[in-house]
């Protein structure tokens, strides 16, 4: 997000917008504010969700939740912090050549990993060219550092990072935890280890991962010998917490009825139909984070009829009532979304709210227009013999039960128009080679990030599933992709700001997508807890975590 040579990059004027994470909550409970005293140190903290990584290397893994828990193992050269600012983390000071390709950063030289291994210029170059390796098979990291081209160790703290082209969203993709550094020994020893977790994945983070149960939990000690948080961490040195347990309950009714009865000091995802419950109990804290970058989204496969066609794909945003259906499904907890971004992600277009609507009227006519005008005996249009039929597949494990009632709501309101959606459930072995193949007609996700650039992973043309991107609506739209392109080069804020409303107004007026409700984290924690806060992508952070009143 610039043209600067020997400048310490605060960062502070790279931000688009104030792009914050907002919080709110913090209901009544005991033994916390003011009268809970300094940091404690020592304890265990108990922490249940909803969703257990599939791969637990973030450098491999697209998944949100890899990144929540595998940040209290891997650092960041940077830390990025809610409204886009910068700040040192492994890194103690950076630089931009004027051309914006050349990145030299200087690094701490008191770090190491948690197997012994120092942590040096050596160890940067390792990881980088190891998200960048095809045989990595990356499906995120990779595109996130999108124009890297090479890393050169310059000296045993110093690294020059070089770049195709410039590359504005660098820093924020630096300071995921998608591009933590990992231990370069493991690399080299055991690479194909560390989708499974447990031990063998080591980096120089608060904690240590020592054990993986798989469909159960995972539990990590305290690194004693840390001393290197970022620059905006609460204390500089190791996490107050002897030990972090993270349990994995898929049902929420579960998950709420743990913290209630203590067997758990905090869950993450509280059902919306529970939060006014755990709000009101006096013993708990409910704190809400909304969540930047894409909502739970439908995305049109593009490729294919029926949605090759742009009126298709505007019958399905006028025949969805959402409105009603957010409020059934989630009690009114969630906004509805009217754009691809967040409100809370730098770059997000106001001028989006409200655009557009239920209208079923007008999806009848388009669907008249394209000729499905006939019927069958369960009402479902017809055009030359065949039902107008769509299919989205999805796979149960790694869908939360209320996406999939709000999906049941959306094929009811397309049965309404004569448009039959079969929800085809799959196991992630068949899903995966059918996603990447453009088997299906659409589907539905969410991706967190505080970046807009995550809109280019979406979107653009050269990011299709089978080549690690994340296109899920198959587009070739080489307006798109100039608009794309040109936002993630530029490092004039106010460009990029025009870019992504751009960006954001063509997903909207050629209905590539549909978006849904604005997503926002809800944490409920027991009243010993304390210290739990969010980085930018509103994600969990527990190195500042500590408990009081037990041991």
């Known amino acids: ?62 998944a949100d939740i890899t990144a929540v828990v595998m940040r209290n193992v891997f650092d960041s050269l940077v830390a990025e912090e809610p409204g886009g600012k910068f700040v040192p983390w492994l ?16 690094l701490r030289t008191d770090v190491r990993f948690t197997d012994g291994t120092p942590f040096d210029a050596e160890a940067v170059k390792a990881n980088l060219d190891h998200i960048a390796a095809p045989a990595t098979k990356s499906q995120y990291a990779a595109s996130l550092i999108g124009s890297y081209q090479s890393t050169t160790v310059t000296g045993p703290h110093t690294v020059q990072v070089r770049l195709a082209r410039p590359f504005a969203p660098f820093l924020h993709a630096l300071g995921t935890t998608y591009l933590g550094m990992h231990s370069p020994r493991t690399l080299r020893t055991q690479a194909a280890d560390l989708c499974a977790g447990g031990p063998a994945t080591v980096g120089t983070g608060p904690f240590r991962f020592t054990a993986h149960t798989k469909g159960q939990q995972d539990e990590f000690a305290r690194n004693p010998d840390y001393t290197w948080a970022p620059a905006n961490a609460a204390h500089p040195g190791a996490a107050h917490l002897d030990k972090l347990v993270i349990r994995y309950l898929p049902t929420g009714s579960v998950r709420v009825g ?65 409105a009603p259906l957010l409020k059934a499904v989630f009690f009114g907890r969630f906004p509805q979304a009217f754009s691809v971004l967040g409100p809370s992600t730098t770059g997000y277009d106001r001028a989006a709210q409200g655009t557009w609507g239920h209208d079923p009227a007008k999806a009848d006519a388009l669907l008249d227009e394209l000729g499905w005008t006939g019927r069958d005996s369960a009402g479902y249009r017809t055009r030359d013999g065949h039902t107008l039929t769509v299919a989205l597949p999805f796979v149960p494990e790694f869908t939360v039960t209320d996406r999939r009632t709000l999906d049941v709501g959306v094929q009811a309101d397309l049965k309404k128009v004569g448009i039959r959606l079969d929800l085809v459930q799959s196991t992630a072995n068949d899903y995966l080679p059918r996603r990447n193949a453009g088997d299906y007609d659409l589907i539905g996700f969410s991706w967190g990030g505080a970046e807009p650039d995550l809109l280019r992973a979406l979107f653009d043309s050269e990011q299709q599933f089978a080549q690690g991107g994340t296109n899920a609506a198959r587009l070739h739209d080489p307006q798109l992709d100039a608009w794309l392109r040109e936002a993630s080069a530029s490092g004039d804020p106010a460009l990029r700001r025009t870019r992504y409303a751009d960006i954001q107004a063509r997903i909207v007026e050629q209905g590539y997508a549909l978006p849904t409700y604005v997503g926002r984290r809800v944490i409920s924690t027991t009243g010993a807890v304390h210290g739990l806060t969010f980085d930018a992508n509103a994600w969990p952070l527990f190195r500042d975590v500590w408990l009081n009143g037990r041991g």
């Open 258 to 322: 743990t913290l209630r009865s203590g067997q758990v000091d905090a869950i993450d995802n509280v059902p919306p139909q529970s939060v006014g419950v755990l709000e009101a109990d006096h013993r708990l804290r409910t704190t809400t984070a909304d969540l930047p970058g894409l909502g739970y989204t439908y995305f049109f496969n593009s490729s294919r009829p029926p949605f090759d066609d742009v009126r298709a794909r505007l019958a399905v945003r006028y025949a969805v009532d959402l």
């Open 91 to 106: 890194a103690s000071s950076w630089t931009l050549s004027p051309d914006g390709t050349t990145y030299t950063f200087e």
């Open 1 to 62: 997000m610039y043209t600067r040579s020997r400048v310490r990059l605060a960062a502070g004027a790279l931000a688009l917008a104030a792009g914050l994470v907002s919080c709110s909550g913090s209901t009544g409970h005991t033994g916390t504010g003011a009268d809970a005293g300094p940091p404690r140190d020592g304890g265990t903290l108990t922490f249940a969700t909803d969703k257990e990584p599939d791969c637990y290397d973030p450098h491999v893994s697209p």
